[in-house]
Nanobody, 122 residues
Framework: QVQLVESGGGLVQAGGSLRLSCAAS????????MGWYRQTPGPRREVVAG???????NYADSVKGRFTISRDNAKNTVYLEMNSLKPEDTAVYTC????????????????WGQGTQVTVSS
């Protein structure tokens, strides 16, 4: 089993910055893709940013130029640096990771964190 634990959320004024962290632990041989998602009240979850094991990144158009995703493979941790925050960035941010549990188990599994609230006041 794998656990993902997010930290770094909170309340910030518009224009401010926050840095989210998500640490993975448990039965991990390697972590493939990692990403950040967010959900506002309603059914839709938006992909915010993703990063592959070799460091390739992608971003939602709404956050390009403001958010930066990075990862530390030695610590099994992914980060999201959020700058120039806007009230519309308010959401629960959740990290996800695609994990290969052992060297001999070729299958990968998707895991999710519990989420951390980010609130941006105007």
């Amino acid at each position: 089993q794998v656990q993902l634990v997010e930290s770094g959320g909170g309340l910030v004024q518009a224009g401010g910055s926050l840095r989210l962290s998500c640490a993975a632990s448990g039965r991990i041989f390697s972590i493939k893709n990692m990403g950040w998602y967010r959900q506002t009240p309603g059914p839709r979850r938006e992909v915010v940013a993703g990063i592959t094991s070799d460091g390739s990144t992608n971003y939602a158009d709404s956050v390009k130029g403001r958010f930066t995703i990075s990862r530390d493979n030695a610590k099994n941790t992914v980060y999201l640096e959020m700058n120039s925050l806007k009230p519309e960035d308010t959401a629960v941010y959740t990290c996800g990771a695609v994990v290969q549990p052992t060297a001999t188990m070729r299958n990968t599994f998707q895991y999710w964190g519990q989420g951390t609230q980010v609130t941006v006041s105007s």
